[in-house]
Nanobody, 127 residues
Framework: VQLQASGGGLVQPGGSLRLSCLASGLTLDYYAIGWFRQAPGKEREWVSYVNSREGRTYYADSVKGRFTISRDNAKNTVYLQMNSLKPEDTAIYYC?????????????????????WGQGTQVTVSS
């Protein structure tokens, strides 16, 4: 199983990027996907989540209204559209997948609940 995150880069404040998470070795239909990010010297934090069945989406307050997560199961890919980027969005962004049952309603915010991780893609927001 492999998750390959891509699409990062250098962008000016207010700009946009679209990250992709391509899954191989698993059928994405059955997996929930989360995006996390880790800035230098900080803990990895949850950014967004899309579930496997209804496609429900959730966002951290810091990105709500600016980021949009979506999935294309036919392409085995999940996207994170990031608009109105700010310098504080600078981080390595990771996608993660998990297909098991979780009793907690907000389990998706906990990075330890995910079984598969991508390698990360660097996003730098700077003028």
């Amino acid at each position: 199983v492999q998750l390959q995150a891509s699409g990062g880069g250098l962008v000016q404040p207010g700009g946009s990027l679209r990250l992709s998470c391509l899954a191989s070795g698993l059928t994405l239909d059955y997996y929930a996907i989360g995006w996390f990010r880790q800035a230098p010297g900080k803990e990895r934090e949850w950014v967004s989540y899309v579930n496997s069945r209804e496609g429900r989406t959730y966002y951290a307050d810091s990105v709500k209204g600016r980021f949009t997560i979506s999935r294309d199961n036919a392409k085995n890919t999940v996207y994170l559209q990031m608009n109105s980027l700010k310098p504080e969005d600078t981080a390595i962004y990771y996608c993660a997948a998990d297909g098991s049952y979780h009793a907690s309603s907000r389990w998706y915010e906990d990075k330890s609940e995910y079984i598969y991780w991508g390698q990360g893609t660097q996003v730098t927001v700077s003028s």
